[in-house]
Nanobody, 123 residues
Framework: QVQLVESGGGLVQAGGSLRLSCAAS????????VGWFRQAPGLERQFVGH????????GYADSVKGRFSISRDNAKNTAYLQMNNLKPEDTAVYYC????????????????WGQGTQVTVSS
């Protein structure tokens, strides 16, 4: 069992930055893929990016490529989502999730989820 706790959301002006954290407990991330997703009101949950814990490879949605980056800290068993040049359309609840071994952008295939953290970008 993996428990995920997110932190770092908040209110920021357009063009600003935030860093979200996703800390895991209960099991090491070592064989997992950690995905970041977001969901705005009335919309389906959307893939943002992922990191493969085994080799630190990452992938991003086109909408955030070049602005967002995902990293990890093995010692802390924590993943990070660095968000730069934020836009009002980035406003959503952001979730991290963990999937054993398989790289996927499909949120329905992830096994464990954090509680979500609100990110609001004002224009």
């Amino acid at each position: 069992q993996v428990q995920l706790v997110e932190s770092g959301g908040g209110l920021v002006q357009a063009g600003g930055s935030l860093r979200l954290s996703c800390a895991a407990s209960g099991r090491s991330f070592s064989s997992y893929v950690v995905g970041w997703f977001r969901q705005a009101p009335g919309l389906e949950r959307q893939f943002v990016g992922h990191i493969n814990w085994r080799d630190s490879s990452t992938g991003y949605a086109d909408s955030v490529k070049g602005r967002f980056s995902i990293s990890r800290d093995n010692a802390k068993n924590t993943a990070y989502l660095q968000m730069n040049n934020l836009k009002p359309e980035d406003t959503a609840v952001y979730y991290c999730a963990a999937k054993y071994y398989i790289i996927t952008q499909n949120w329905r295939q992830y096994d464990y989820w954090g509680q979500g953290t609100q990110v609001t970008v004002s224009s």
